[in-house]
């Protein structure tokens, strides 16, 4: 048995899990109609306006700083299998790597990114 | 190695069996299907009972922690208490909200779940116990588990409910903050190991857990990688993704019946999935504690089947997550993004170098004595 079809076996069980749970659970729930139902839960309180609107900028900004060390993880997990054949050699040319992303990091922080506001 | 001592109670022998007598009786080809077919069915019973399990073990040791009794009504000692529960949710109302995005309310449950089940399956139980052993074990673990968070984030957004909003957006922003520590923690052991392959990993620390094979460098990454786990699953001092007590239920909050089951069910199995990846990589996972040279003593803890140690050093970290979560207060949004990336990331940085340092000079260990 080879892994792939290993993995597609747990990712349609997976799948499998939830369409069979939900279809279960809705052969069996009971079910009642009231217009107060539908509304969205926010504590009783009728609802404002729609949710979907402009949000905190500050999350967006940590998702960038994510999406630039996440990025250099996808480099780091070869080299960090490797990194006893490469020796020396290996040590020195990730340092610069991680020099300059860690000067991003320091540039973020430097210019208040960081800071919740 | 460790493959001379007896093993009498694996489950290698029973599957090794079970395939033998497969193939005589019945063609290649169904003989394959029935294996892969009984793997899908022991894992979900696997995810299932485990997930039940959790629960009641952590009702009833919060229950200790907060000096009361905790369920006690179903069956002995409320042990029937969680299937009790199961069922109930089971037939409980699946309310359609009607202001929802419809086709995003309900992908959500999905993403939850066939993320946290992908990562199960690549989970090792026991010696020969695991579905799937990619040789990138570890960057595959990483991967399929951040998944998870397109769930939390399309449930919050969806809803269109503020506090589902609120609650996703802090989760997210946490999320991939500790997803960060958590993979640059891991890293830092794959330098020491030189694979990312689970089993590999594993048979690397038979004499010596990976913990103390690397130094203090090990040390400062599993405690990095249990900090990042634990806020990863949004639990403990740091869930305030779900604030009881500001944001009702944070992301689930429109969810019910089934729907919310899903939600319940993959946060309590993504603290087992972080507590065994913790186990697997730095205490060495299903391998039994043995000592080189020590041949009777070796012996000795072979006969004690090599999943019950599993389970045993996943149960440790469970039990000290759940002391975590019930010793600390809530910290606010701001403390945490600053733990991350103020303290957590620059360390793990540097943590990486001094481990690649130590590699090199050939300064680590490989067995304890």
């Known amino acids: 048995m080879s892994n792939l079809s290993l993995f597609l076996v747990v990712f349609l069980s997976g799948v499998i899990l ?30 404002h306006g729609t949710s979907w609107m402009q949000f905190k900028a500050g999350y967006y900004l940590y998702a960038i700083l994510y999406l630039m060390f996440d990025v250099e993880a996808i480099f780091l997990f070869p080299w960090a299998t490797i990194v006893r054949e490469l020796g020396v050699s290996g040590l020195t040319s990730i340092l610069f790597f991680l020099l300059i992303l860690g000067l991003g990091l320091a540039y973020a922080w430097r210019k208040g990114v960081l800071k919740w506001k | 190695m460790f493959q001379s001592y007896s093993q009498p109670l694996e489950f290698t022998n029973l599957t090794s069996w079970l395939d033998a007598a497969l193939r005589e009786n019945l063609p290649e080809f169904w003989a394959v299907f029935i294996e892969l077919a009984l793997v899908g069915v022991v894992l979900l019973a696997a995810y299932a009972v485990l997930a039940m399990i ?90 399929v588990s951040s998944l998870g968070i397109i769930g939390v984030l399309l449930a919050g957004w969806s809803s269109n409910n503020k506090y589902s909003m609120i609650g996703a957006m802090r989760s997210g922003a946490q999320f991939v903050s500790y997803e960060l520590s958590a993979g640059f923690a891991l890293m830092t052991m794959v330098v020491l190991s030189g694979t990312m ?59 019910s019946g089934l729907q919310f089951g899903f939600f319940y069910l993959a946060e309590y199995l993504n603290m087992f999935i972080i507590a065994s990846i913790a186990a697997t990589v730095f205490l060495g996972g299903w391998m039994p504690l043995q000592i080189s040279g020590w041949e009777g003593f070796n012996q000795l803890m072979w006969y004690i089947p090599s999943y019950i140690w599993f389970f045993g050093k996943v149960g440790v970290l469970i039990f000290l997550s759940l002391w975590v979560r019930w010793s600390f207060p809530r910290l606010r949004i701001d403390q945490l993004l600053n733990l991350e990336w103020k303290y957590l990331l620059p360390i793990n940085l540097v ?19």
């Open chain 1, 18 to 47: 939830v369409v069979g749970g939900l279809g279960l659970a809705i052969l069996i729930s009971p079910k009642s109609f009231n217009p107060q139902k539908g509304e969205p839960y926010e504590c009783g309180i009728p609802t």
């Open chain 2, 54 to 143: 959790l629960i009641y073990v952590e009702r009833k040791i919060t229950a200790f922690f907060q000096a009361r009794i905790g369920p006690n009504r179903v069956g002995k000692y409320g042990i029937f208490q969680t299937v009790a529960d199961v069922l109930k949710i089971l037939i409980k109302e699946i309310i359609q909200i009607n202001k929802v995005d419809k086709f995003l309310f309900y992908a959500a449950p999905f993403f939850m779940i066939v993320a946290s089940v992908l990562t199960f399956g690549a989970i090792p139980f026991g010696k020969s116990l695991q579905a799937v052993d990619f040789n990138i074990g570890v960057f595959y673990v990483t991967a």
């Open chain 2, 197 to 255: 392959q689970f089993s590999e990993m594993i048979e690397n620390q038979a004499y010596c857990w990976n913990i103390f094979n690397g130094h203090i460098s090990s040390l400062v990454a599993f405690v990095i990688y249990l900090i990042s786990g634990h806020a990863e699953t949004n639990r403990g001092p740091f869930d305030l993704p779900e604030a009881e007590s500001e944001l009702t239920a944070g992301y689930h909050t429109e969810y």
């Open chain 2, 351 to 369: 943590n990486i170098l001094v481990m690649v340092i130590l590699v090199l000079t050939g300064l680590t260990l490989t067995d304890l004595f």
